[in-house]
């Protein structure tokens, strides 16, 4: 499974502790920034992600700002792009499991290192099961390709 990841300055230590959960984890990944010392406005990385993971060059995206509300919501902008913000393990493997989301976001001042760690490993474990779940997910990509190019 390959990970495209990325942050703002605000989740950089975030990220880096993320990233070292995805080598050992045998996860293959590529950072999009932010990098060491540089500011960035979190809606580009949000993009960049995003896009690279809706193209399907990526399996799954992870994003971290401050919240991770402000990533989420522009992540949701890409077409093709079902992002949640996770902040406890069952939302990260129902993310996955009944909602297919394709990135999670979480919060670099608000989710220790334990806990991300945690939501990384669970979400990316868990595969979408489709049953009462596949309907809605349809409903979500009509509602997604009707506002495709407006």
Known sequence: MKIAIG???MGFE????????????GYEYEDFGSFEN??????NIAEKVAKEVAAKNFDRGIIICGTGIGVAITANKVHGIRAAQVT???????AAKSNDANIITMGGLTTGKAVAEMLTLAYLASEFQGGR???KVDRMNEIDNSYRGK
């Open 7 to 9: 942050c703002d300055e």
């Open 88 to 94: 406890d393990i069952y939302q990260a493997e129902r």
């Open 133 to 135: 779940s596949l309907p």
């Open 38 to 43: 540089e500011k960035v406005l979190y809606p």
């Open 14 to 25: 975030l990220k880096n502790h993320i990233i070292g959960v995805l080598k050992d984890n």
